[in-house]
Every structure is written in structure tokens, then in C-alpha cells.
């Protein structure tokens, strides 16, 4: 057998500390648009909680659909300040998550949970500082048979997540920032921050200047009255 399917990795490298606490301040919609607006996983959301924050370091788990040996032994592995991200195909037949395994991760310090598949025992993620952001709920339970990898690239609803990756989610949804580009995509969104911070208290004083409307108008053909 090759061993593909069945490797468990570590990870190469995760982003300095003061690096990702960087990222703290700034929104994921911020970022977003700082990476051409294409990369991300719109489609999930956090239904079973009220608005956290979730900033930590990726490290991933892709599993078989339903199946979720791997995912107990990520918690083993997983660092405090890490955030599983965790690969199931899309699938939400039976629930890869619940109450027990939330409690050893609150007490390995893993900050969160991003999967395109489904959790459950889901009042007990309501009222948590674990951040989850989940595709459906489910009271299905998971089967414990594996195959599945530690800490190899995954495709969660299109976002592709690298180990050590930086992860950040808000109330607008979750975003994976390449480790290699990071600082960079730091710098470009602390600009775009405080432009926006700049707009909102012009908006504040009055002096606001919404000019750019009508000149991208024009420059498509429009013909506004003067
Ligand atoms: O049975 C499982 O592995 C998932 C679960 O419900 C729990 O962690 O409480
Ligand atoms: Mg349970």
C-alpha cells in the first residue's frame, strides 16, 4: 500500500504568535477582499452559537465521510491555539463531533472547529468558547473505523487549508490566510482598515465624499443629470 489515505504528518511549520494574535483586530471581510475576494467557504455558518471570534493555527483532518477515528486522535496531536479543520467530503449523514470530544479539545487549548461536515450534543457547543462552524447537526452518530489523514492539504467547500495555515472567523463566516503570504496580506488589510475607519467617521462629520458613484457610472456610459 502506498500510504496515501492513511498518513499522519506533523506540522512543517505554524505562524509566530504575535503573527496571528496581528490578525486579531481585523474582520475576515477585511481580509477577504484582500485576497481578491475568491478564497474562502461562504456557505458555512455557525448556527448553534452567538458571535465569536476564532484565530489560531490550521491543523487539518480529512476523513471518511462519517468516520471519525482521525479526528480523535488530531486531539491528541493538536497544539493549544490550534483550530481543527476537518475535511469530510460534504458529508452530513452522521455527526463527526460532540460534547466529549468538545471537552478534550477545551482542555488541549484547540480553539475551534471548521468542517463541511456535520456535529452533534449541539447545546453543549452553544454556550462554549469553542468556535465551530459546521455545514448541519445531526444526532446520527459517527462510526470509528477511519481511513482518514493528519495534517495533509483539505478542501473544505472549496477553500483549500494548508497545516499550519492561519484560520480567522467572525460573525461574517471563516477564512484560511496562507502562512506564506501572511504578513504580507496583514499589511495590506491593516491599510484597508484604516480606510474604512477613515469613510465611517467622515460619514460621521459630514464629510464623506460618495463622487466615486456617479464617475464609475460614467466611465460605463451612463448619462446622469447634472
Ligand atoms: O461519539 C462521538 O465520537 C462523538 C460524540 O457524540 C461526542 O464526542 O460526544
Ligand atoms: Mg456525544
Known amino acids: 500500500m502506498s500510504g496515501i489515505g492513511m498518513r499522519i504528518l506533523p506540522i512543517k511549520e505554524r505562524a509566530p504568535k504575535e503573527l496571528i494574535e496581528a490578525f486579531t483586530g481585523i474582520g475576515t471581510s477585511i481580509v477577504s477582499d484582500n485576497m481578491a475576494r475568491l478564497h474562502g467557504c461562504p456557505n458555512l455558518a455557525f448556527p448553534f452559537q452567538t458571535r465569536k471570534k476564532l484565530i489560531g493555527s490550521a ?29 469530510a467530503g460534504g458529508d452530513t449523514t452522521n455527526a463527526l463531533i460532540g460534547e466529549i470530544m468538545l471537552k478534550m479539545a477545551l482542555k488541549n487549548g ?13 447545546d453543549a457547543f452553544r454556550d462554549s468558547e469553542f468556535t465551530v462552524y459546521a455545514k448541519g447537526v445531526t444526532h446520527l452518530g459517527p462510526y470509528k473505523d477511519g481511513p482518514g489523514e493528519i495534517n495533509v492539504p483539505v478542501n473544505i467547500d472549496g477553500m483549500i487549508v494548508n497545516p499550519g495555515d492561519i ?33 465611517l467617521k467622515q460619514l460621521d462629520n459630514g464629510t464623506y ?12 456610459g451612463y448619462k446622469l443629470e447634472e
Open 59 to 87: 491543523f487539518t483532518v480529512k476523513t471518511r465521510p462519517g468516520d471519525n477515528l482521525l479526528i480523535h486522535k488530531a486531539l491528541d496531536l493538536a497544539a493549544p491555539g490550534d483550530v481543527l479543520i476537518v475535511d
Open 110 to 122: 484547540i480553539k475551534g472547529l471548521v468542517t463541511n461536515g456535520a456535529i452533534r450534543d449541539s
Open 167 to 199: 484560520i480567522l472567523g467572525d460573525g461574517d463566516g471563516v477564512i484560511s490566510i496562507p502562512l506564506e503570504q501572511s504578513r504580507e496580506i496583514l499589511e495590506v488589510a491593516k491599510d484597508k482598515m484604516e480606510k474604512e475607519e477613515a469613510s
Open 209 to 220: 465624499n460618495h463622487g466615486w458613484v456617479d464617475e464609475i457610472l460614467k466611465s460605463k
